[in-house]
């Protein structure tokens, strides 16, 4: 059976977009495999689905390159955002059903044309059994020193909803992700593996940051790996609580708000569209 897909990055974090309303397809894990394959299929870090909801205005589902499924996508629900409007499923402003709950995109217009897109992707959770990070109980897991292979990282864990382990550096040049992060995803803490940050503070309102994605490994961006940055920068006194957050494929603003809720902004481009089997 064939379907029609569109592809989407933001910040070139890049996705596969299918329009599922009417629940045809089976599978996906093994389908996102496929699909997200570089050399073998259309490539991607990601398959997203649009589904119907009962809870919310739609409803997100991702997967990730290995098939596996993951809770939230921060630059993921930005491309969902902008096709479902553009579809005319939902309006401007909406509320999605996700993995980590319902959450409120809307869709930023001017002079018709959308600018961008901004999230509220619900209250950052701390407390270590709920990232989930094992053997810390209710407390938090901030600044704890961790020996990962030959070295020591101090961490902070955040959950958005997905789980992610915070390292602050002085310098990334040159830092051996590919090295680090496999090791960090997998290790014992994390019983349900873990998104890792690489972060270097080059002011209170500016931060660089590289990832190591669960699922994905290396990839040019991770919003909900900046918010989990934002968060950990602002506990430890390092940042404001808002601040621009650079990756490798473009940037996000993203903001702890007085209510307690992290306001995530950026870009969501369609790149192509075609038709592939399935």
């Known amino acids: 059976m064939k379907t029609s897909f569109t592809k989407w990055q933001g910040c070139g974090n890049d996705f596969i977009l299918l329009e599922d309303m009417e629940g045809r397809l089976t599978a996906p894990g093994e389908l996102s495999k496929r699909l997200c394959d570089r050399h073998f299929g259309i490539g991607g870090d ?7 909801s009962e809870k919310a205005d739609i409803r997100m589902r991702i997967l990730n390159a290995d098939g596996s499924e993951a809770e939230m996508c921060g630059n993921g629900i930005r491309c969902f955002a902008r096709l479902a409007y553009e579809r005319g499923l939902v309006p401007a402003a909406f509320t999605a ?13 001017e ?6 897109v901004r999230v509220d992707m619900g209250q950052p959770v701390l407390e270590a059994e709920r990232v989930p990070i094992a053997g810390f109980g209710a407390r938090r897991v901030q600044e704890e020193p961790l020996e990962v292979l030959d070295r020591s990282f101090s961490i902070t864990g955040v959950s958005m909803g997905n789980p992610h382990c915070v390292i602050f550096l002085e310098d990334l040049t040159d830092f051996p992700i590919g090295k680090y992060g496999p090791a960090l995803e997998t290790h014992a803490w994390f019983p349900r593996r873990t998104n890792v940050e690489f972060a270097v503070v080059r002011d209170r309102q500016h931060i660089r940051m590289r990832v190591w994605e669960r699922g994905a490994a290396v990839t040019m961006a991770c919003g909900t790996g900046a918010c989990a940055t934002l968060v950990a920068a602002s506990l430890t006194g390092r940042t404001d609580r808002a601040a621009e957050v650079a990756l490798d494929g473009g940037r996000l603003f993203i903001e702890w708000a007085a209510d307690d809720h992290i306001y995530m902004t950026g870009p969501a481009e369609m790149t192509f569209a075609g038709e592939t089997e399935i």
């Open 46 to 52: 990601g398959l997203i689905l649009l589904l119907p």
């Open 97 to 109: 059903e996700t993995g980590a709950g319902i959450l409120r995109p809307e869709v930023q217009l």
């Open 111 to 116: 002079g018709g044309h959308v600018t961008g």
